[in-house]
């Protein structure tokens, strides 16, 4: 009706939420909004004519997706155990911004904010409702490529906000350089996370077999993160 493709709405709609999360909303306002535009963008895709099935929560397909999903978390989870304890990567997990982070506020972000407000909304977004709107129109492999792309640059403003707090900003001593190395990292990196969890949602036909992996991996290295600095500290 207004001229404008769908997936041209989606990806204005996901931009704009980028901006909304890491600029103007604290936590935990920032989760539920994820959530929330995860249910909305994917009822508007609905409403452009993407079936249960190409947003991949059709109940059919779930048991596929639970079984590619445990697999897949299952090798991700041991890829961060490994990670965490070779000497080359460990230092990277000693992250002291969760130093400070009580048991409570930890159990909320692996309980609520890892699987629910980042995993499962994100997946709705991008392997969900925008992977959805670009293969109504495009071919598979350019709806992959789009979707992981802007799940790359996703990341950009998270990353600008995080540099400083990171273990990676030591590496670089200039810090803008160090910034700027690092935002095209983590777009790299989460463009090619993307592409995999696209992958698992298509061979699988299910949105789960994604959100379980991606889920992994968070919790997984955030539970490093805690151990390495638990440790540190405990050494010191």
Avoid: Q
């Amino acid at each position: 009706m207004t001229g404008v493709a769908p997936e041209v709405i989606g990806v204005t709609v996901l931009g704009l939420h980028n901006v909304a999360v890491h600029r103007l909303l604290p936590a935990p306002a920032d989760a539920a909004l994820n959530l929330a535009t995860a249910a909305g963008l994917t009822a508007f895709a609905a409403r452009d004519g993407c079936s249960r099935a190409d947003l991949g929560i059709d109940v059919a397909d779930a048991r596929s997706g639970l079984r590619l999903g445990l697999g897949s978390a299952a090798v991700a989870t041991g890829m961060v155990a490994v990670a965490a304890v070779l000497p080359a990567s460990r230092r990277f997990f000693d992250d002291p911004r969760v130093r400070d982070v009580g048991r409570g506020e930890a159990a909320y972000h692996l309980t609520v904010r890892i699987p629910l407000a980042t995993a499962l909304a994100e997946e709705l977004l991008f392997r969900g409702a925008l992977l959805a709107l670009f293969r109504r129109r495009r071919s598979e492999a350019t709806a992959v490529l789009w979707s992981s792309l802007l799940f790359g640059a996703w990341h950009v403003l998270p990353t600008i906000d995080d540099y400083e707090g990171n273990p990676v900003s030591d590496v670089i001593a200039d810090r803008s350089r160090g910034r700027r190395l690092a935002v095209l990292a983590t777009v790299l990196s989460t463009a090619g996370a993307g592409a995999v969890f696209a992958r698992l949602r298509l061979r699988s036909g299910s949105v789960l077999a994604a959100v379980l992996a991606h889920a992994a991996i968070n919790v997984s290295a955030y539970l490093a993160a805690r151990r390495a600095v638990n440790r540190n500290a405990g050494a010191g």
